[in-house]
C-alpha cells in the first residue's frame, strides 16, 4: 500500500513509525516532513495546508491511503478534497473539524447538549466584552474563536490583564481573524489530562490517558508551549474518571456531532480538567495531539493502519484497539529561547540508541546534516514498565541528542510522580 501522510512535526514522526510496521505498508510519502523524517519516509516538500498539490500528489502517484495530521489542512477541508477523488482518508472532513477550529462553535455544541465545560460567554463586539469584564469572576480565560496556534487562550489573573487580552484580540488582531468572536469562560482548576481517541463516528475508542507539560520551564512555570514532554498513562485518569468520561463526555460527544449533520471520522482529542464538579473539557482538537501521540503511539500494540481504516470504513467496533500496560515517557529537546525567540540551522547528532527513540520535529537536511529549523527539535521516548524507569530511561536517551542550543525541561514525569504519591 501507498501511504500518504499531510505534516511534518514529531508527530507525524510517531505515526510514520508506527504505520511503517504493517507490512503492507510499500511506500509513505510524507507531505512536507522533516529532516529527520527523511529517515523513515519519502519527504516532498508541499507544505501541509496547500490543499491542491496535496490532491494533485496524491492522484498522480495513485495513494491508496491518507492520513491528515495537523489542524490547518483539516479545518481547510483537505480530507474533503482527497475523498472527492476517491482517496480514503483518516481524519475528519472540514464541516467535523470545526469542534476544533471554532471555539464558538464548541463551546456552543457542549451547552446545547449538556456535556461539561467551563461556564462561558461569546463576544462579537469588543465594547460589549469589556463591560462584561466589569464584574466578571476573576481570574478569568480569555479565548480567541479560531485556530491561533495555541496562543490563544489568556488565563488572567486581574480584570486589566483580561481587558487587555480582549483589546489585544479584538481591537489589534494579534491573532487575525480569529479574534472577530471570542470566548470568555469560567476559570477551572484540577490536574489536566489528555484523551486521544479513535472513532469512526459510530463508536469511540480512547487511547491511554497521556498528561503534556504546557509551560517552558522547570515546575510549569514560564510560558505555554506547544509541548515541553508527555507521559502515559496519567495517574490522575483513574477508572472511575475514565467511566464518567466516556459516559458524560466522549459518547455525547460523538452524538451531538451526529445530530448536527457533523459525524466526526479519525482522532479526536479531549483536553480534561479533572475539576473538583467532576471532569471537564478544556478543548477539543480534531487530530493526534503533539507531543501526546509521541508516548501513546509506543504503547498501541494493535496495528495502527488497520484501526486508522477501520475509523474511516466504520468497522472501528469490530476492531481491537489494544494498548500495553507499561509506560512511557517523552522529553521534548527545544532551542533555547522557545517559545519567544532562538536562534537555527545548528548540525544535530543523535547516538544510533538516542535516534531510534526520537522522533524529530524542527529539523532540516542541509547538505546531508541534519540541522535545527524550529523551536522544539526532538522528541526522545522511552518505555518502561513503571514511570519512575520511563523518565529515567528517556533522560538518559536524551544525553545522545545534541546540538547548540538545546535545552528542555529537567522536570518531565515529576508531577505525575507526585500524584501517585497523593493517592
Ligand atoms: P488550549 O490552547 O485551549 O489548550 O489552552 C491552553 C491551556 O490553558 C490549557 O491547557 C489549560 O491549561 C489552560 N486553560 C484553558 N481554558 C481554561 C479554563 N477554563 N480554566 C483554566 N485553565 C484553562
Ligand atoms: N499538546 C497539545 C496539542 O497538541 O494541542
Same mark, same amino acid.
Given at each position: 500500500m501507498k501511504l500518504l501522510v499531510v505534516g511534518g512535526g514529531g508527530r507525524e514522526h510517531a505515526i510514520i513509525k508506527s504505520l511503517k510496521k504493517n507490512p503492507s505498508v510499500t511506500e509513505i510519502y510524507a507531505l512536507p516532513g522533516n529532516g529527520g523524517i527523511a529517515a523513515d519516509a519519502a519527504c516532498? *516538500? !508541499?507544505? +501541509? %495546508?496547500d490543499i491542491e498539490s496535496i490532491v494533485a500528489f496524491a492522484v498522480e502517484q495513485r495513494i491508496d491511503y491518507a492520513v491528515v495530521a495537523p489542524d490547518d489542512p483539516l479545518v481547510l477541508g483537505c480530507v474533503d478534497a482527497l475523498e472527492a477523488k476517491g482517496i480514503p482518508c483518516f481524519g475528519p472532513r472540514a464541516n467535523a473539524a470545526i469542534i476544533e477550529g471554532s471555539k464558538v462553535f464548541s463551546k456552543n455544541l457542549m451547552k446545547k447538549y449538556g456535556i461539561p465545560t467551563a461556564r462561558y460567554e461569546v463576544f462579537d463586539d469588543m465594547a460589549a466584552a469589556l463591560d462584561y469584564l466589569e %464584574? +466578571? *469572576? !476573576?481570574p478569568t480565560v480569555v479565548k480567541a474563536d479560531g485556530l491561533a496556534l495555541g496562543k490563544g487562550v489568556i488565563i488572567a489573573q486581574t480584570r486589566e490583564e483580561a481587558k487587555t487580552a480582549v483589546r489585544d484580540m479584538m481591537e489589534s488582531h494579534v491573532f487575525g481573524k480569529s479574534g472577530d468572536h471570542i470566548v470568555i469562560e469560567e476559570f477551572l482548576t484540577g490536574p489536566e489530562v489528555s484523551v486521544l481517541a479513535f472513532t469512526d463516528g459510530k463508536v469511540v475508542k480512547p487511547m491511554v490517558s497521556s498528561m503534556d507539560h504546557k509551560r517552558a520551564g522547570d515546575g510549569d512555570t514560564g510560558l505555554n508551549t506547544g509541548g515541553m514532554g508527555t507521559i502515559a498513562p496519567n495517574p490522575y485518569y483513574t477508572d472511575a474518571v475514565a467511566q464518567r468520561c466516556m459516559e458524560e463526555i466522549f459518547l455525547p460527544t460523538i452524538a451531538a456531532m451526529n445530530a448536527e449533520g457533523r459525524t466526526f471520522k479519525g482522532c479526536l482529542y479531549f483536553g480534561l480538567m479533572i475539576t473538583p464538579d467532576g471532569p471537564k473539557v478544556i478543548e477539543y482538537n480534531c487530530r493526534f495531539g503533539d507531543p501526546e501521540t509521541q508516548v501513546v503511539l509506543p504503547l498501541l500494540e494493535s496495528d495502527l493502519l488497520t484501526v486508522m481504516r477501520s475509523c474511516t470504513n466504520g468497522t472501528l467496533a469490530d476492531t481491537e484497539v489494544k494498548f500495553s500496560g507499561r509506560h512511557a515517557c517523552c522529553v521534548i529537546t527545544a532551542s533555547a529561547g522557545y517559545p519567544v525567540s532562538y536562534r537555527k540551522g545548528f548540525e544535530i547528532t543523535m547516538t544510533p540508541e538516542a535516534a531510534a527513540h526520537t522522533y524529530v520535529a524542527g529539523a532540516k537536511l542541509e547538505n546531508g546534516k541534519l540541522v535545527t529549523s524550529g523551536g522544539r527539535v526532538t522528541g526522545t521516548t522511552a518505555v518502561a514498565d513503571t514511570l519512575e524507569e520511563a523518565i529515567r530511561e528517556a533522560y538518559r536517551l536524551c544525553e545522545g541528542v545534541r546540538f547548540e542550543n538545546a535545552c528542555r525541561r529537567s522536570d518531565i514525569g515529576a508531577r505525575a510522580l507526585q500524584a501517585r504519591k497523593e493517592k
Open positions: 516532498v *516538500p !508541499i507544505g +501541509a %495546508t %464584574t +466578571a *469572576p !476573576i
